[in-house]
Antibody
Framework: EVQLVESGGGLVQPGGSLRLSCAAS????????MHWVRQAPGKGLVWVSR????????GYADSVKGRFTISRDNAKNTLYLQMNSLRVEDTAVYYC????????????????WGRGAMVTVS | QSVLTQPPSVSGAPGQRVTISCAGS?????????VHWYQQLPGTAPKLLIY???NRPSGVPDRFSGSKSGTSASLAITGLQAEDEADYYCQSYDNSLSGWVFGGGTELTVL
């Protein structure tokens, strides 16, 4: 079964740090670009970060740039999000998602999602 | 304020047809980037519903369809069922932000 399982969420004070993990199974993790997407309570989805297959190319939303770091360990089939200098507005459910690239059109969608990890900054 | 604009809510009776709009701009949908749609049932993770504007992943009923024109896109749901009650999100890429963007989400209520 194709699956993504996040862990590492919790309650942290403003200015603190937290590291999320996302364990992948049921597909060839090392062959896929991966993303983090977050959703504040009662709000919509917001893209956070993206990493390529070997971790050498990373992208971030402006709201987290310089504070969050995405990484991956292909030997462990695990995606990470290191979150530093956390703010109250970072409170959200954080989802990891697999990128599906459509060659015909050159676009990307998120075809597999984890259940999410709740991060509360208070 | 989301980059892509959706109506906050729509509703319809069982069996009816509803549409959800997704308005973008020249830096995302209008630039030619595809639109994808997600369904988020209460308390669950989003699920890919429509990809590359019009295509359905395996297992998605053909009651769901997508379209795109100019700087906007739409999701149509025909033959509404109670199980369709969910939040729906459109998603594209924005070249001015160099990132992936979502609509604010539309809550569908089946009356």
């Amino acid at each position: 079964e194709v699956q993504l399982v996040e862990s590492g969420g919790g309650l942290v004070q403003p200015g603190g740090s937290l590291r999320l993990s996302c364990a992948a199974s049921g597909f060839t993790f090392r062959g896929d670009w991966m993303h983090w997407v977050r959703q504040a309570p009662g709000k919509g989805l917001v893209w956070v970060s993206r990493v390529n297959v070997d971790g050498s190319i990373k992208g971030y939303a402006d709201s987290v740039k310089g504070r969050f770091t995405i990484s991956r360990d292909n030997a462990k089939n695990t995606l990470y999000l290191q979150m530093n200098s956390l703010r109250v507005e970072d409170t959200a459910v954080y989802y990891c998602a697999r990128e599906r690239y459509y060659h015909n059109s050159g676009s990307e969608a998120f075809d597999i999602w984890g259940r999410g990890a709740m991060v509360t900054v208070s | 304020q989301s980059v892509l604009t959706q109506p906050p809510s729509v509703s319809g009776a069982p069996g009816q047809r509803v549409t959800i709009s997704c308005a973008g701009s020249r830096s995302n949908i209008g630039a030619g980037y595809d639109v994808h749609w997600y369904q988020q049932l209460p308390g669950t993770a989003p699920k890919l519903l429509i990809y590359t504007n019009i295509n359905r992943p395996s297992g998605v009923p053909d009651r769901f369809s997508g379209s795109k024109s100019g700087t906007s896109a739409s999701l149509a749901i025909t033959g509404l069922q109670a199980e369709d009650e969910a939040d729906y999100y459109c998603q594209s890429y924005d070249n001015s932000l160099s990132g992936w963007v979502f609509g604010g989400g539309t809550e569908l209520t089946v009356l």
